[in-house]
């Protein structure tokens, strides 16, 4: 029997969870073979990898005097103090240092290369901000024997490990601002204390988001709950003032009261304040609801995020780059009036790697016109706007889903014509008609188009139909699972066979792929006489 796609109740959840594993940083991948390499290059003294040269620096001050040095040597600069593990000195390191980031790498992977020149950049700033926090990189293909002291099973991986025990990276993306952020707050520095105006005005121009305290005192059991709140989230810098003027800066529509907490985002709703009492549950549920824009761009980095929020009713927009400027300013409109309820999404309908796996669980993987679905990941539903896509539609669309009196969306081929058919073609439409309501009983096969031994066993059902021929209390019928959906056919493997005796719709008997055609045909033989037993007992 060949596993393949699984039912419809799951595909969504799975498309979701494959997305999920694609892009999440932790992807799996097979453990290194390779062994280690003899000879290894001797080792350094860790002081001076960590050190940037000052000399060389000093020379690099007078030439570029006041010029901002070239992306280049800026990242130049930050590889220099990435220390480069190796069997003999991991033990060493990860031992004698409270905080060490770990980056497992091989020089292959491109989501490695990726992430490569983020993590330098994040070193020069976490050194900068004189965080004590030692970043380190291993070549887990040249060390495979450190790779698995280390339990790297996948590339790339990024490990805290504090005071020797380890933690798998949880942050919120993979910049390297993101980077620094979660770096801070698992080094004990939640929270950034900004005390001047020229302070904040600074802080704004490196920070698109992020969480504003204004507190009287740093003290008392309301700023104890910022303070949790600040360690137990993953993603967005909290900063704390005590001064007023500091908070406008940095919130200008902060309200004239302490203590005070609001978000600030680098979109058109830029400031949300806080209504709710200072606990940590409460506050970290207000940003969970409010961290992402009005309407957000998916994309590879943000995927992970998205579907892990607890706003679980999803709308995305699929349009080509020029409808979707037309569009944008109506459907963040819309968004504003589901604010913290619905979370919008749209897509370029170009972006095959991003738009074809969402657009295929509706088969319209081929359209190029504007779509608009949505999803309830807490009940694995889906659902497809079927008229035009103007903004008075996708209101009321969204309030439908909202409500909860939308109709989930199966896919469905054309209904095709069976007059001439002994192995009648079911699909979505008319599966309650052909099978489920049906007075017959109806031998089932499903399948799909990529399914091995789908074909054996359609052969088989296309003989047995042939032999029950002319029997007008019998049907025998398929449906291909991979275009067609039913919220009652639900399959995980292919090719299925199901009986649906016409007393008994509700629970179909599930025949194995195995059975011979002689012994599907005993047992069609049984059940016919059984059913024919019956309606002489109720004459």
């Not at 390779?34 to 990898?49: A, F, P």
């Not at 965080?131 to 490990?159: H, Q, W």
């Not at 003032?241 to 940095?250: D, E, I, Y």
């Not at 025998?476 to 008994?504: C, G, M, W």
Request: net charge negative.
């Amino acid at each position: 029997m060949f596993t393949t796609k699984p039912s419809s109740r799951f595909t969504w959840v799975t498309l979701s969870l494959f997305l999920l594993l694609t892009f999440c940083i932790t992807t799996i991948a097979t453990e290194p073979t390779s062994t280690d390499i003899g000879n290894e290059d001797s080792e350094d003294d860790l002081q001076e990898l960590l050190a940037i040269d000052e000399e060389e620096e000093l020379k690099q001050q007078g030439e570029v005097s006041k010029e901002r040095l070239s992306e280049a040597e800026v990242l130049s600069k930050a590889q220099r103090i990435v220390f480069e593990l190796n069997s003999d000195s991991v033990k060493r390191v990860i031992d004698e240092n409270e905080f060490v980031m770990v980056l497992g790498y091989t020089p292959w992977d491109a989501r490695s290369a990726e992430l490569m020149p983020q993590f330098a950049e994040a070193a020069n700033q976490l050194k900068e901000l004189g965080i004590p926090l030692l970043m380190a990189k291993v070549d887990c293909e040249r060390y495979p024997k450190v790779a698995s002291m280390l339990n790297i099973k996948g590339f790339p991986t990024l490990l805290l490990f504090v005071n020797g025990t380890s933690q798998a990276y949880s942050g919120g993306g993979f910049t390297a601002e993101d980077l620094v952020i979660w770096a801070r707050k698992k080094t004990g520095v939640p929270v950034i204390r900004i005390n001047s105006v020229t302070e904040a005005e600074s802080f704004l121009k490196k920070h698109p988001m992020f969480v504003v305290g204004l507190f009287k005192k740093y003290e008392g059991p309301d700023y104890e709950e910022y303070v949790k709140s600040a360690a137990a989230d993953n993603e967005i810098q909290f900063v704390e003032t005590s001064a007023g003027n500091v908070a406008k800066v940095l919130f200008p529509e902060i309200k004239d009261t302490k203590p005070f907490l609001g978000i600030v985002k680098s979109e058109p709703e830029r400031y949300t304040s806080y209504e709710g009492s200072f606990e940590k549950d409460n506050i970290l549920q207000f940003l969970d609801h409010n961290k992402f824009p009005l309407v957000t761009k998916l994309n590879e980095m943000n995927y992970a995020r998205i579907y892990s929020s607890p706003v679980k009713l999803q709308v995305f927009v699929f349009a080509e780059a020029d409808e979707l400027k037309k569009l944008f300013e109506p459907f963040l409109d819309v968004a504003r009036k589901f604010k913290s309820k619905i979370m919008f999404m749209y897509i370029d309908i170009q972006d095959e790697n991003l738009a074809k796996p969402f657009l295929t669980l509706f088969g319209l993987e081929e359209t190029e016109d504007t779509v608009v679905t949505a999803f309830d990941n807490k009940m694995s539903s889906k659902f497809l706007l079927e008229s035009d896509p103007t903004p008075n539609n996708i209101e009321e669309f969204c309030s439908g889903l909202l409500r909860g009196t939308l109709s989930p969306f199966f896919k469905s081929q054309p209904i095709p014509d069976n007059k001439e058919a002994s192995v009648q073609i079911v699909v979505g439409k008319t599966f309650d008609n052909l099978v489920l309501d049906s007075p017959m009983d109806v031998l089932l096969e499903v399948h799909t188009p990529w399914c091995i031994n789908c074909e054996t066993t359609s052969k088989q059902i296309e003989k047995l139909a042939k032999h029950f021929k002319g029997l007008d209390t019998l049907m025998f019928a398929r449906i291909d699972a991979s275009a067609n959906e039913h919220p009652k056919l639900q399959v995980d493997n292919y090719p299925t066979l199901l009986y649906y005796p016409a007393s008994d719709k509700e629970n179909p008997i599930k025949l194995s792929t195995k059975t011979s055609s002689k012994d599907l045909a005993a047992f069609i033989n049984k059940q016919l006489k059984a059913k024919d037993q019956g309606t002489k007992d109720e004459l």
